[in-house]
C-alpha cells in the first residue's frame, strides 16, 4: 500500500474516533441536562437530593470512563491524538446541553 492510502486511513481512523466521542458526549450532556432539572424538581418537591446526586455523579463517571478508553486506544495507537478526543468530547457535552435547553425553550413556548 503506498505511503498516502496508510496516511488517510489513520485519518479516517481518528476521525471516526473523534465522531464517536462526540456523539456519545452528545447523548450523556443531554442526560446530565434532563437529571439536573428533574432532580431540582424532584428537591423541591419530596426534599430528596437524590436525582441531584446522580446528575452531579453522571460527568464525573463519564470523564473517568472516557479517559481510562482514551488510554487504551492510545496504546494501540501511540500517534492518537487524545488532546483533540478530549476537546471533541467537552464540545459534545456542551452540545448535549444546549440541545437540552433549546428542545425545553421549544416546548414550554408553544
Excluded at 464517536?20 to 437529571?35: D, P, Q
Amino acid at each position: 500500500m503506498t505511503e498516502w492510502r496508510v496516511k488517510r486511513r489513520v485519518d479516517m481512523k481518528q476521525t471516526h474516533i473523534c465522531a464517536r466521542y462526540f456523539t456519545i458526549h452528545i447523548m450523556t450532556g443531554w442526560m446530565f441536562a434532563l437529571l439536573l432539572s428533574l432532580g431540582a424538581t424532584y428537591l423541591l418537591a419530596a426534599s430528596n437530593p437524590l436525582l441531584l446526586v446522580m446528575a452531579a455523579a453522571l460527568p464525573v463517571l463519564d470523564v473517568v470512563v472516557s479517559k481510562r478508553r482514551i488510554k487504551w486506544l492510545k496504546e494501540d495507537d501511540p500517534a492518537l491524538p487524545a488532546n483533540r478526543i478530549y476537546a471533541w468530547s467537552f464540545a459534545g457535552f456542551g452540545t448535549g446541553i444546549a440541545l437540552y435547553l433549546i428542545t425545553v425553550l421549544t416546548v414550554f413556548s408553544i
